[in-house]
Every structure is written in structure tokens, then in C-alpha cells.
């Protein structure tokens, strides 16, 4: 069953996924040692397989494709406190990604009703338990407080991203309107790559709190990157400062 127009709008687009696991084994990582991992909806795990293809990367490739949330690996997660936070004291970590030797963050490029947008550091609510811990009642006071407190406790366990901005979501991160963009964003810290989503989008990244806590507390409060002028399909890269 193929994806809908609405879900590959939503979800990362598979050939991206197979162009960050070729330049892997090209560096010479071995297949076994690649784990393509995802977290997707509650006992939606095999749908989700189904409609994304993903579960050729391990026909194709010989990699491992797993969902972090389910069957044994639902257990499989280690408590980490988070020093300096702002919101969130302490959040469990999956053990795939603490075992890890580096980890690639490929989200998708979309508008978020809660937090703006969602790009790398959202991304990582994937990889923790509860997710729901992070927005408790819905808030968004609490989440962009929470996402800013992710990202201090992710940013030196992230090596690498690579956004999926061919087509992205507008209106909302599920199911919204798909805009094509044919772009790939990739960087080496989330919150300078999240600030170039944003001005991708329309949106300043001052009016994404999250952004503007972490520009203040965590980065000096140095100026927010900016996109270059680019002509489209294009690949923007940046550099971790």
C-alpha cells in the first residue's frame, strides 16, 4: 500500500533514508552496524512499514530496522538527568541511541500546531519515553521549554542531520497540505539547522520560543543563522560553530 499524497508529506521519504545509509557504507561503516530506527504511532508499527517501504533497507542494504517503542524495545530505555534544565528534570533515553557511535537525525521539514515547527530537535522526541512527558495537558509553554532542554541533553549524542525538505507539511505536522520545496537541509548542530527550517517555512525563528531560548541560554545569544540565496532543488549544509 502506497503512501497517500497527505503521508509523504508528513513522513521522511525513503530515498532519503537510503542516501544517508549509502554514504555510511561508503565511509565504511559495515550493514550490521547500521540501525535505521523510528518510534511511528502505538501498534501502528507494521503499517507504517508497509506505507513508508522501509522495510526494504534490510533486504536492500542488510541494515536493521526496528521502532524503539515496541515489542522488548518498549524496556529498553536508560533515565538521564538533564543539569541547567529548564523544565524537565530528567527524561529516559532509548539504549539503542546511548549505544550508539553516532547518531544521524533525519526528520522531516513540517509546520507544528504546539510547537511552530517540527525539524531536529523535535525529531528527538522520538527516541525518549514518555513522549507525552513532553507537552504534558497540551501545553506549549511546557514543550518549547522541554524541547529547549532536549536539545541539551542530544546536541553532543547527535553527530549529523539531514532534513527531508523535498516536501513538507503545511498547516499541520500530520495530515496538513504538502508543499514542495526540493530541498535538503543537513548541519551538524539541530538548533542551527531548526533555525533554517523556520526561514524555509515563512517563519522568523524568533517566533519559535524554543529557538530563542536556546540562542539565549545555550548559545551566547548570537545572532540566528540565516538561509542563503539558493536556487532550488538544492542542498544546504552548516557546520557546527
Not at 21 to 26: D, F, W
Not at 190 to 215: K, N
Amino acid at each position: 500500500m502506497p503512501p497517500t499524497k497527505y503521508e509523504s508529506a508528513s513522513c521522511t521519504r525513503i530515498e532519503v533514508v537510503r542516501l544517508v545509509i549509502e554514504k555510511c557504507l561508503n565511509e565504511g561503516a559495515k550493514p550490521g552496524d547500521i540501525i535505521v530506527g523510528d518510534c511511528g504511532f502505538k501498534d501502528q508499527w507494521e503499517l507504517t512499514m508497509e506505507c513508508s517501504g522501509y522495510r526494504s533497507l534490510e533486504t536492500d542494504y542488510g541494515v536493521k530496522v526496528i521502532c524503539v517503542q515496541e515489542g522488548e524495545n518498549y524496556h529498553k530505555y536508560t533515565l538521564h538527568r538533564i543539569p541547567g534544565y529548564m523544565s524537565l528534570f530528567g527524561i529516559k533515553i532509548s539504549d539503542f541511541v546511548l549505544n550508539a557511535d553516532v547518531v544521524i537525525d533525519v526528520p522531516k521539514m513540517k509546520i507544528h500546531n504546539t510547537a511552530g515547527i517540527t525539524g531536529a530537535i523535535k525529531n528527538m522526541m522520538g527516541v525518549i519515553s514518555p513522549k507525552g512527558s513532553m507537552h504534558p495537558n497540551g501545553s506549549a509553554v511546557i514543550l518549547h521549554k522541554r524541547l529547549r532542554d532536549l536539545y541539551t541533553l542530544m546536541r553532543s549524542r547527535v553527530g549529523f542531520i539531514v532534513v527531508d525538505a523535498i516536501e513538507g507539511s503545511e498547516y499541520a505536522e500530520c495530515g496538513g497540505i504538502p508543499v514542495v520545496s526540493n530541498v535538503l537541509v543537513s548541519g551538524t548542530d539541530m538548533w542551527e539547522v531548526d533555525c533554517i527550517l523556520a526561514q524555509l517555512m515563512g517563519i522568523s525563528p524568533v517566533e519559535i520560543q524554543y529557538l530563542e531560548y536556546i540562542r539565549t541560554k545555550d548559545k551566547g545569544g548570537v545572532a540566528f543563522p540565516k538561509v542563503p540565496v539558493v536556487n532550488k532543488p538544492a542542498i544546504i549544509t552548516y557546520e557546527r560553530r
